[in-house]
Nanobody
Framework: QVQLAESGGGLVQAGDSLRLSCAAS????????MGWFRQAPGKERDFVAS????????YYAESVKDRFTISRDNAKNTLSLQMNNLKPEDTAVYYC?????????????????WGQGTQVTVSS
C-alpha cells in the first residue's frame, strides 16, 4: 500500500510561481510511475504530468508544457511539481498519484494510489 499527501497549494496571482510537493509513505518509492492531476470546479480530473522511477522520462499535458516541471527524489520519497507563469485557468485541486505498473507516456494511463489533493487558486 502507498500513502500520498500533497502540500504547497495556495492563492497566487497570474504570472507567479508555486511548488507542490507530495510526500509518499508505505511501499512508496517502489512504484515505477508517479504523476500529477488536477480538477477544476465542475470539471473532470485531468492529467498534468508524469514521471518514471528514475526521473529520466517525463510527460506533460500540452496546457502546462514549458511552464510546469515534474521531479522526484526517491531518497526523500518526494514528488514535486514546479509551476511557473501560472494562469487563472490553472486554478484547481491538484492530486498526486502513483502507478504500480510501468511508466507510460500519454493520457489515459491508470493510476492506483491517490492523495487527498491541494488547492491552487490563481487570480487574474
Amino acid at each position: 500500500q502507498v500513502q500520498l499527501a500533497e502540500s504547497g497549494g495556495g492563492l497566487v496571482q497570474a504570472g507567479d510561481s508555486l511548488r507542490l510537493s507530495c510526500a509518499a509513505s508505505g511501499r512508496a518509492f517502489s512504484v515505477p510511475a508517479m504523476g500529477w492531476f488536477r480538477q477544476a470546479p465542475g470539471k473532470e480530473r485531468d492529467f498534468v504530468a508524469s514521471i518514471n522511477w528514475s526521473g529520466s522520462s517525463t510527460y506533460y499535458a500540452e496546457s502546462v508544457k514549458d511552464r510546469f516541471t515534474i521531479s522526484r527524489d526517491n531518497a526523500k520519497n518526494t514528488l514535486s511539481l514546479q509551476m511557473n507563469n501560472l494562469k487563472p485557468e490553472d486554478t484547481a485541486v491538484y492530486y498526486c498519484a502513483a502507478r504500480k505498473g510501468v511508466w507510460r507516456a500519454g493520457l489515459g494511463v491508470t493510476y492506483d494510489y491517490w492523495g487527498q489533493g491541494t488547492q491552487v487558486t490563481v487570480s487574474s
